[in-house]
């Protein structure tokens, strides 16, 4: 069946532009993160929500990062006023329940490049 | 979510076991060990998890000390699509977000 899926796969963006990034994560399930993964370390966790709530927002690094899932399925990653420090991949995952023991499935992620 | 210690980097011969050593030493008592890895260019993919018993499934063997303090991943027979950067994480449950470390870079060699 269909995994988690991202777009786009490479953006690349001028230092202060905007930008969106969207996650579609396997149907019906119910958790879905957002990681960011700078070149040669470990994803490290940005939001978390709960179908349509965003009941983690800890990791996101600034005020310029913004996420959504407004009908619970599809979610949006904003970055306003890219910086060169944003260049990254950013992953999307999602797991079928929450609070639970459950797998999280990985996208392949969108690598952001800010020049 | 308590911390892992992982070698940054492994060797393994094609066709060999590889033992991929973790430590965990605050693990505390509803902790489970979870492993991932992730091959070059892709997303993470889960590979297997355990809280007291040893656990197999058909990508790898996970074993866990009688103290829960460390833990090995065992891939049996290594090919070369098993490079990839292997991630041991300790947590409550995957339900809620995962904290990788470094992982250690596994390179199978023919």
């Known amino acids: 069946g269909a995994g988690v899926s991202q777009s786009p796969r490479y953006k690349v963006a001028k230092r202060g532009q905007d930008v969106a990034l969207r996650c579609d994560p396997i149907?019906?399930?119910?958790?879905l993160f957002w990681y960011q993964q700078a070149l040669g370390q470990g994803p490290e966790f940005l939001t978390y929500?709960?179908?349509?709530?965003?009941?983690?927002k800890s990791g996101l690094p600034s005020d310029r990062f913004f996420a959504e899932r407004p009908e619970g399925s599809v979610s949006t990653l904003k970055i306003q006023r890219t910086q060169q420090e944003d260049s990254a991949v950013y992953l999307c995952?999602?797991?079928?329940?929450?609070?639970?023991?459950?797998?999280?499935?990985f996208g392949p992620g969108t690598r952001l490049t800010v020049l | 979510d308590a911390k892992t210690t992982q070698p940054p980097s492994m060797d393994c011969a094609e066709g060999r076991a590889a033992n991929l050593p973790c430590n965990h030493s605050?693990?505390?008592?509803?902790?489970?060990v979870y492993w991932y890895r992730q091959i070059h260019s892709q997303g993470p993919q889960y590979i297997i998890h355990?809280?007291?018993n040893n656990e197999t499934n058909e990508m790898a063997s996970l074993i866990i000390t009688e103290d829960r303090k460390s833990s090995t991943l065992i891939l049996p027979h290594a090919t070369l699509r098993d490079t990839a950067v292997y991630y041991c994480?300790?947590?409550?449950?995957?339900?809620?977000?995962?904290?990788f470390g470094g992982g250690t870079r596994l390179m199978v060699k023919p």
């Open positions: 995952a999602s797991s079928l329940n929450a609070g639970v023991v459950d797998e999280q499935f």
């Open positions: 149907s019906g399930h119910v958790s």
């Open positions: 929500f709960q179908n349509e709530a965003q009941l983690d």
């Open positions: 605050t693990i505390s008592g509803n902790e489970y």
């Open positions: 355990g809280l007291k």
């Open positions: 994480i300790v947590s409550y449950n995957a339900g809620n977000m995962l904290t």
